[in-house]
């Protein structure tokens, strides 16, 4: 974040990734999506993009990426802006992403270090999705997995909507849940505050099949590196399993909205308004940099 002149800032952002689904064009809206994701939670609009891709020249036709970079550049067209420009090179695996540029007011710019003890969380989307991708990259080997089509759409959904209902609120604080988990970005979200947290695991919302492909041993590296690393500063009243679920890595998840409780009607309202999914899921905590699941 820069502020440019008087309460006017700009933010940017940069994420890309290899593919986690076969179909091209629905790889560069998922990647788009995410990385216009990192905006949103700062309470910010997009207004511009720049494309960042890697691809094999050599092993894949050029129509394959051009659909990649065609379905990045009409998910950033949903969102309201244009992919401008970028640089492409030739790499052994294709990898795609944006730089996005937003804007913000100062005085409206939501950040994920300012939640308080007593903050009501919300969350915008399911989690699983990380586990539900590993699961059909090792279907040949092992089973037919559950389809990927409610965790691609859920992928695919920006959280425009959501981001506008937290600002017109007036949310504490909030981010993203990407590649550190639901655990991960919310441990961010507490050091950064001098906080901690509780979560209700009975009102996290998961995706279908995503606690069933855990039981069969499916999960990203990064998930289980995420659980690894933040395991010794969660207090678990549950299963184990259900810490890994919640430090699973995900592509494109929701907002993690903190907000004061008698702000927390107007955030519902906002979000209802939008069509907007949600689920509280906990509360903010004088526990500082500890989260516990509470089953």
Same mark, same amino acid.
């Given at each position: 974040m820069?502020?440019?002149a008087?309460?006017?800032?700009i933010?940017?952002?940069?994420?890309?990734?290899?593919?986690?689904?076969?179909?091209?064009?629905?790889?560069?809206?998922?990647?788009?999506t995410?990385?216009?994701s990192?905006?949103?939670?700062?309470?910010?609009t997009?207004i511009?993009?720049?494309?960042?891709?890697g691809?094999?020249?050599?092993?894949l036709?050029?129509?394959?990426?051009?659909?990649?970079?065609?379905g990045?550049?009409?998910k950033?067209l949903?969102?309201?802006?244009?992919?401008?420009g970028?640089h492409?090179?030739?790499?052994?695996v294709?990898?795609?992403?944006?730089v996005?540029?937003?804007?913000?007011s100062?005085?409206?710019?939501?950040?994920?270090?300012t939640?308080r003890?007593?903050?009501?969380?919300?969350?915008?989307k399911? /989690?699983?999705n990380? /586990?539900?991708?590993?699961?059909?990259r090792a279907?040949k080997m092992f089973?037919?997995p559950?389809p990927?089509?409610d965790?691609?759409?859920?992928?695919?959904?920006?959280?425009?909507d959501?981001?506008?209902?937290?600002?017109?609120?007036?949310?504490s604080a909030a981010?993203?849940?990407?590649?550190?988990?639901?655990?991960g970005?919310l441990?961010?979200?507490?050091?950064?505050?001098?906080?901690?947290?509780?979560l209700q695991l009975s009102?996290i919302?998961?995706l279908a099949g995503?606690?069933?492909?855990?039981a069969?041993?499916?999960?990203?590296?990064?998930?289980?590196?995420n659980?690894?690393?933040?395991?010794?500063?969660?207090r678990?009243s549950?299963?184990?399993?259900?810490l890994?679920?919640?430090c699973?890595?995900?592509?494109?998840?929701g907002?993690?909205?903190?907000?004061a409780?008698?702000r927390a009607?107007a955030l519902?309202?906002?979000l209802d308004e939008?069509g907007?999914?949600?689920a509280?899921?906990?509360?903010?905590t004088?526990?500082?940099?500890?989260?516990?699941?509470?089953?």
């Amino acid at each position: 974040m820069i502020r440019i002149a008087g309460d006017l800032a700009i933010a940017q952002t940069v994420d890309f990734f290899t593919p986690i689904v076969d179909d091209p064009y629905l790889f560069g809206a998922i990647a788009a999506t995410n990385a216009i994701s990192d905006i949103y939670a700062m309470g910010a609009t997009p207004i511009m993009g720049l494309a960042i891709a890697g691809f094999p020249t050599d092993k894949l036709p050029l129509d394959v990426l051009e659909s990649i970079l065609r379905g990045g550049a009409e998910k950033a067209l949903e969102a309201g802006f244009s992919v401008a420009g970028g640089h492409t090179i030739i790499d052994d695996v294709p990898k795609y992403g944006l730089v996005v540029t937003g804007v913000v007011s100062v005085e409206k710019l939501v950040r994920n270090s300012t939640a308080r003890a007593g903050d009501v969380l919300y969350l915008t989307k399911p /989690i699983g999705n990380g /586990i539900l991708v590993s699961a059909h990259r090792a279907k040949k080997m092992f089973h037919q997995p559950p389809p990927l089509d409610d965790a691609i759409r859920w992928m695919t959904l920006l959280n425009r909507d959501a981001a506008k209902a937290m600002v017109n609120a007036g949310a504490s604080a909030a981010t993203d849940i990407t590649g550190y988990g639901l655990i991960g970005h919310l441990l961010e979200m507490c050091e950064g505050s001098g906080t901690g947290a509780e979560l209700q695991l009975s009102a996290i919302p998961v995706l279908a099949g995503a606690r069933e492909e855990l039981a069969r041993g499916m999960r990203p590296e990064g998930t289980a590196r995420n659980v690894i690393t933040f395991r010794d500063r969660v207090r678990l009243s549950a299963l184990e399993s259900e810490l890994t679920l919640m430090c699973d890595a995900q592509t494109s998840g929701g907002l993690l909205i903190a907000i004061a409780p008698e702000r927390a009607a107007a955030l519902e309202s906002g979000l209802d308004e939008g069509g907007v999914f949600y689920a509280k899921v906990g509360t903010m905590t004088a526990d500082i940099g500890r989260i516990s699941l509470v089953a």
